[in-house]
């Protein structure tokens, strides 16, 4: 009779993880919140703006040009929620993770199990990741859905006064997720570092939204000259970049180097101190 031999590989897997977490309400409420928002947001333009296709076009704000088409409409939803609502998202789903653990009293409980240290945090930054991940496509896949209906398939029409065609201006807005994602990344880590060091889990994740805007209002003050291109939040609008024509990404570029610094700190601080942290809940 051969006995079972463990594998610590094998502990935690990604898929179970991923499967309790969504049974959480947490997840529930805010993944429900963001197929919401958009047909809030639709529901508002059609009751406060009249039925009347030229007045889509009157200003040349984002909120202006909302209705002149689906794509306009995706672009404007993405905005709105890319400064304050995803930000919170990702902190949520990435810093609730461990202090989570830890307030229920089942963080030492899983590390008997036994789970290894550096696993535990792998898996648990992955499924906050893979969440955060959804969230920032499900969002502007519901609003171009929704917005389609509600406007019409057309080009999308910059505030120059440009028109970019549909498919087109599809790929530009993939390319704006993707750098919005990239730089929310910093925020990931920084709420995942924040909840391997507390056993609250409203710490940890008002924690880094707080910080988060501390940074956004010390990049506003223009005295501060050349060193708020130090802050993560120097380039977090750059995205809006990719309505010119040309494309001018030198910011992005920027803005993403940065995004990756300040995140691979955070989740080496995270690293360091989790696995010398005596677990005692």
Not at 28 to 44: C, E, M, N, S, T
Request: proline residues 5%; charged residues 15%; hydrophobic residues 55%.
């Amino acid at each position: 009779m051969t006995s079972a031999i463990h594998r610590p590989g094998r502990t935690l897997r990604f898929g179970a993880e991923f499967a309790r977490q969504l049974t959480r309400r947490r997840t529930q409420i805010a993944l429900g919140f963001l197929v919401v928002l958009p047909l809030i947001l639709v529901a508002a333009f059609k009751i406060g703006v009249p039925d009347d296709p030229d007045s889509a076009q009157e200003g040349n704000s984002l909120a202006d040009l909302a209705t002149s088409s689906g794509a306009n409409f995706t672009l404007f939803s993405i905005f709105v929620a890319s400064s304050f609502l995803l930000l919170v998202v990702v902190a949520l789903f990435c810093g609730d993770t461990v202090a989570s653990e830890a307030s229920w009293g089942t963080l030492r409980y899983l590390l008997a199990s036994p789970v290894p240290r550096g696993r535990l945090l792998r898996q648990k930054l992955s499924v906050g990741l893979a969440y955060s991940g959804f969230a920032l496509a499900l969002l502007p896949t519901v609003a171009m859905i929704a917005g389609t209906l509600a406007f019409g398939w057309g080009p999308l029409r910059t505030q120059l006064g440009v028109d970019i065609p549909a498919v087109e201006a599809l790929g530009r807005i993939v390319l704006a997720v993707v750098y919005i994602a990239i730089t929310l990344l910093p925020v990931a880590g920084l709420a995942f570092y924040l909840s391997v060091r507390t056993d609250a889990p409203l710490g940890a994740v008002g924690g880094a939204v707080m910080l988060w805007i501390i940074s956004n209002i010390l990049e506003a003050v223009t005295a501060l000259g050349d060193l708020r291109a130090l802050l993560p939040t120097r380039y977090g609008t750059a995205w809006l970049s990719l309505l010119s024509s040309p494309i001018e990404a030198e910011d992005m570029v920027k803005g993403t180097v940065s995004a990756v610094a300040y995140t691979t700190v955070f989740l080496a601080l995270a690293w360091w101190r989790f696995l010398r942290k005596d677990i005692v809940s």
